[in-house]
């Protein structure tokens, strides 16, 4: 008796389903919006999971109350690759609230990290006076621990 030969690449159907994007027959916008908010942070925690388990990976250190909270939309969500912001900037807001802050502090971080590989009073004041230039509707004061953190997750691994 003859074992039957495993399927190859060149055998797959167009017609049948592709499992990335395949959706149920019920899926709609709501199903799509709770899964593009959950996504990133199952992503990571399977991230860390295989380090965890392999030794071998960055230690993004995330946990499973990291996950839920970033599936919730309570907790931002760093870039690939980058661990988790500290728990005590994170916790003081919403990912609404901070989301501007560590955004602006990611980017500057690029503009300016070459001229100024480290926070300083001299940064802080150049980023408050461009910040506050800019008439957000909030000060930099209430923003400044957003920013340093959006600075510091985008800090190069030397």
Do not use: C
Not at 17 to 31: F, G, I, L, V
Not at 46 to 63: F, H, I, M, N, R
Request: neutral net charge; hydrophobic residues 25%; aromatic residues 10%.
């Amino acid at each position: 008796m003859k074992n039957p030969q495993p399927s190859s690449p060149s055998s797959f159907s167009p017609k049948a389903n592709n499992p990335q994007t395949w959706r149920p027959s019920y899926w709609n916008k709501e199903h799509g919006s709770a899964w593009s908010r959950v996504r990133e942070a199952f992503s990571r925690d399977w991230e860390q999971t295989k380090t965890d388990v392999t030794g071998k990976g960055p230690d993004l250190k995330q946990d499973v109350p990291d996950t839920v909270k970033q599936a919730a939309g309570t907790e931002p969500i760093p870039p690939a690759g980058q661990p988790n912001i500290e728990t005590d900037t994170a916790s003081k807001g919403s990912w609404q609230d901070a989301e501007p802050g560590v955004r602006y502090g990611f980017g500057a971080r690029q503009q300016y990290g070459k001229d100024s590989p480290e926070w300083d009073e001299t940064l802080e004041k150049k980023l408050e006076s461009e910040w506050d230039a800019e008439k957000t509707g909030k000060p930099f004061s209430a923003v400044n621990r957003f920013v340093r953190a959006g600075w510091n997750q985008n800090k190069k691994k030397e």
